[in-house]
């Protein structure tokens, strides 16, 4: 899983961009 968390880190490159993308994550629970 650790793996695969980081391989999407690696495609944003702006925290901000990374940021929303894992809150929307998080809201979709």
Do not use: C, G, P, T
Not at 6 to 22: N, P
């Amino acid at each position: 899983a650790y793996v695969r968390f980081a391989s999407v880190y690696r495609q944003f490159k702006d925290i901000d961009s990374f940021m929303h993308e894992l809150n929307k994550l998080l809201d979709e629970k």
